[in-house]
C-alpha cells in the first residue's frame, strides 16, 4: 500500500481499530467479528507476543478486503518483522527518523505517533501518511485536535488514546481523517473471559458513529 492509498482508506473508514493483548490467540476470531460489523481497517501491536503470526493468519482468512497494519512499531527491526508478515501499514507510538526511513524502503505507509506541534510537523515532514495524535484524550483531546489544526490543517490527523464512542462523531467533525482505538471498542474481547458478540454490537455501534463521515474517494 502506498501513501495516498492508505489516506485514501482512512477517509473511507474513518475507524481503526487496535488489538492489543496479552496473547494474540483471540486476534483472527476478533477481526473476523471486527470484519462482519464493517471494520476494515486494523492494526494488531507488536507488543502482543505473537502479533506477526496474527497478522499473517488475518491476511489469509480475511483477504484483501481489510486492511491489517503493524502497530507499536518502534524499532527499525520491527518494520522488517511486520513487512514479513504481511503487514500493509505500520502505526508508531513515537517519531523515529530511522523507523520512517526503512519504511519507505519496505514500500510500508506509516501513520506515525506524535504530541506536540513540532512533533506532529516533524513526523508529517518526514513521510508520514498521516499522524497519530496519540495519547490524545490525556492532554485535552477535541480541543486539542482543534488547536492543533488550526495552524496545520493540511496534515491527515488521526486521534489516539482514550477515544471513547461519544468522542468518535466530535473528533471526525473537528477534520480528524480517522480515529483508532484499542480498549474503548475491544474491550475484554481479545482475553478469554471476553465476550465477541459483545465486540459485535459495540463494533457496529462505532462504525455507525464513524459512517456519517465516511466519504468514498
Ligand atoms: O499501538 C500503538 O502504537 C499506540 O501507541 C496506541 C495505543 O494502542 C493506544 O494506547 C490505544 O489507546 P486506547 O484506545 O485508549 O486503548
Avoid at 54 to 77: F, N, P, Q, W
Avoid at 127 to 156: C, E, N, Q, S
Wanted: net charge negative.
Amino acid at each position: 500500500m502506498i501513501q495516498h492509498d492508505l489516506q485514501d482508506t482512512l477517509i473511507e473508514n474513518r475507524l481503526v481499530a487496535i488489538l492489543r493483548a496479552a496473547d494474540a490467540s483471540r486476534f483472527a476470531d476478533a477481526a473476523i467479528v471486527l470484519q462482519a460489523a464493517g471494520v476494515r481497517v486494523l492494526e494488531a501491536a507488536l507488543t502482543t507476543p505473537g502479533a506477526p503470526e496474527a497478522i499473517a493468519t488475518i491476511r489469509e482468512k480475511l483477504g484483501d478486503d481489510v486492511h491489517i497494519g503493524a502497530g507499536s512499531v518502534r524499532e527499525v527491526s520491527d518494520v522488517d518483522t511486520a513487512a514479513d508478515a504481511g503487514a500493509t501499514f505500520l502505526v508508531t507510538p513515537t517519531v523515529n527518523p530511522l523507523v520512517l526511513e526503512r519504511s519507505h524502503e519496505r514500500g510500508l505507509p506509516v501513520i506515525c505517533g506524535a504530541l506536540t506541534p513540532t512533533e506532529i510537523d516533524q513526523a508529517w515532514r518526514l513521510g508520514a501518511a498521516a499522524v497519530k495524535v496519540f495519547p490524545v484524550a490525556a492532554v485535552g483531546g477535541v480541543a486539542y485536535l482543534r488547536a492543533i489544526r488550526a495552524p496545520m490543517p493540511d496534515i491527515p490527523l488521526v486521534p489516539t488514546g482514550g477515544v471513547h464512542l461519544a468522542d468518535v462523531a466530535k473528533y471526525l467533525e473537528s477534520g480528524s481523517i480517522a480515529v483508532a482505538a484499542a480498549t474503548p471498542l475491544l474491550g475484554d474481547a481479545l482475553t478469554s473471559a471476553g465476550s465477541l458478540t459483545d465486540l459485535a454490537t459495540r463494533a457496529s455501534e462505532f462504525v455507525a458513529a464513524a459512517a456519517k463521515y465516511v466519504s468514498r474517494v
